[in-house]
């Protein structure tokens, strides 16, 4: 049997692109042959931009419905900066998806926090629909949403939106505030004590930049959350996603094939030592 | 490689031997990748014949040393590990992985599959088989499999060289990977000499291996002979010119991430990379995009990369590793610890090239030892999975 070729990125096409923040956008990609693969929650895809390179982005659609890839992305360097810029009916490389996404099976029966800081609620949003498919499966649900300011709060109308649901509780926390915010200010862990959370239930699933993420755990360990109950979603260099390039250690773990979900009991020690 | 044979059978071949060996890998495809001394070095590249050979050459080898020197003998394998490992072979500096063009209808990507060469390794000492097997686990083991590595790995016949020379810098001992080579090849090799005899024992590892041997001149193995071969390597083993402690050495090192030493070997350490070219294991990679300059097409170049650069834990924001300790921290809790979490085995052979060939001749052995010596664990688990 021949596997294909893990190197050899497949051709898409731009379907659709929004502009979500200043600049972040959500691509949809199709397929120009065959159809989308199979994706679980948390796992990323490889983009490659003709003649510019290829960069780790996270899937942030519904893995059930539809037949694009979804990603939404800010422009933070060449590539990504390239992807951003891309226009409907524009080819890209993917290659993926690839990784551990989020313990969605583990959480069945369990309340489930998502806490999101920035961008790093779009790896997240997948995990959401599919509780929100399977919604009866899962306790109390709660996603805890930290931006800078309110212009950065990414799927703002979508939050709203599940904000309205008796069944998902939406806190939105932003740094700095305008004269019409009327939420909570500060960072994102600061919600946490006020949560309400029943520590013995609750699961939680972490995404964003690494000292919120950092902050996070702590906060949640000081709630009484158990660390094999805390997931966060790690971010490293990555060249080839298949755990032959070296790029992404982090410690024992290759974040493209043992993550980029890793458990916080597993990565604790080491997440709090610099340069690991 | 196929399986091995139930049991080793094993001849006798003089210098006339040896260069039929070479010839009749030569008449069966093979490109004969052999040592040979360039650049006032051994080197491995295509050798026609026994001439090419290092007839009569050592090497002296130290922390940041490595000089060529004569023998007073024409032993053809009397030196330790050269430079270059067989790495640049199966695992080449720089590799083309695909093309594409721009076509009416997007993008066109193709394999940029060439031709597997099929090598045939004269000399593999214990320490590099060990190497290849670990680069196999890295590269053909896991979920995703380097095709093009694994063709190339497959089509190789592996003369393998049980060692007659010890380096100052060896420690295969240690690592228990040498200096004997044990399974893993088609064929080893014992160089046999004293002023009797310039014979090499060679044992068979693999039918492949019996069927060239068979066509051969050569004589029967005599116990003598298989004593004198047992006699050598077990003479090398005594003179290891280094030793390194590997006892409980995975979770020492994780559990010492802020132990002073790795501020003290960042004072010395270069970050040059070096150790990570001349490793036999080191596998990482970067990649390089080249357009031609229509920008109608580009192809996707694969190179050698090595953590002791910037750039290799860049994300945005800055990178990951920023300072030597962090570096030299990452490369050798790597190789000697976390390597036994991802792949199962140490990621050191016990070479020594990362000693001869650091330039400040920085020593694991040393390193790991002075860790050792004074450990300082800040508590909590390690790693475990």
Redesign the interface.
Known sequence: MT?P?????????VERRRRELIGAVTLELAP?AGARPDFAPGQFNMLYV?????VAISLSGDAERGTTFVHTLRN??AV?GALTALQVGA???VRGPFGRGWPLAEAEGADVLLVAGGLGLAPLRPALYAILARRERYGRVVIMVGSRSPEDILYRRELEHWRRRPDLEVLLTVDHADADWRGHVGVVPALIPHAGLDPAETLALVCGPEVMMRFTANALLAAGIRPERIHLSM???M??A??????C?F????VC??GPVLRY??I???LA???? | MDALPTTTTAAVLDRDGLQALIEALAARGFRVLGPLVRDEAIVYDEIAGVADLPAGWTDRQGPGQYRLERRDDQALFGFAAAPQSWKRFLHPPVETLWRVRQGEGGLLFSTAAEATPRYAFLGVRACDLHAIAIQDRVLCEGDYRDDAYARRRRGAFIVALNCSEAGDTCFCVSMGSGPKAAGAFDLALTELLDERRHEFLVEVGSAAGGEVLASLPQRAALDADRAAAAAVVERTAGRMGRQLDTAGLQALLQDNPEHPRWDEVAERCLSCANCTMVCPTCFCTTVEDHSDLAGGSAERVRLWDSCFTLDFSYIHGGSVRQTDKGRYRQWMTHKLSTWFDQFGSSGCVGCGRCITWCPVGIDITEEAAAIRATPHVQGGSHGES
Not at chain 1, 242 to 247: E, N, P, S, Y
């Open positions: 596997a070729d893990p190197f050899l990125p497949q051709p898409w096409r120009l003709f003649g510019v390179g290829e933070v360097g990504s080819s890209v490389g971010e490293r260099n060249k080839c298949v755990g032959q390039c070296g790029h250690q410690g024992p773990f290759f094939k043992d009991d597993r604790g020690t080491i030592v610099p340069e690991i």
